[in-house]
Nanobody, 126 residues
Framework: QVQLVESGGGLVQAGGSLRLSCAAS????????MGWFRQAPGKEREFVAA????????YYGDSVKGRFTIYGDNAKSTVYLQMNSLKPEDTAVYYC???????????????????WGQGTQVTVSS
């Protein structure tokens, strides 16, 4: 079992930056791939970014490429999402998620993830 706790959400003006954190506990961090998803009101949950915990390969959704960066700190069992050049359309609840990845595979589909955090609200004002 993996427990995930997000932090770092808040209100920011368009063009600003935020960094989200996701602290993992309960299992060996390097055995998992970590992802960030987001869900705006009335919309489906959307893939944002993912990383292979032990190798650092990263993947991004098209809407955030070039603006968001995902990275991890294995010593702290924490994954971060640095969000720059934020836009009002980035407003959503952001969720951290994890799935086992003993072979290094990283999924972008939300139904492949077994563990989820409680979510943190990000609001970008225009």
């Amino acid at each position: 079992q993996v427990q995930l706790v997000e932090s770092g959400g808040g209100l920011v003006q368009a063009g600003g930056s935020l960094r989200l954190s996701c602290a993992a506990s309960g299992s060996t961090f390097s055995n998992y791939a970590m992802g960030w998803f987001r869900q705006a009101p009335g919309k489906e949950r959307e893939f944002v970014a993912a990383i292979r915990s032990f190798g650092g390969y990263t993947y991004y959704g098209d809407s955030v490429k070039g603006r968001f960066t995902i990275y991890g700190d294995n010593a702290k069992s924490t994954v971060y999402l640095q969000m720059n050049s934020l836009k009002p359309e980035d407003t959503a609840v952001y969720y951290c998620a994890a799935h086992e990845s003993m072979d290094g595979i990283v999924f972008v589909q939300n139904y492949k993830y077994d563990y989820w955090g409680q979510g943190t609200q990000v609001t970008v004002s225009s």
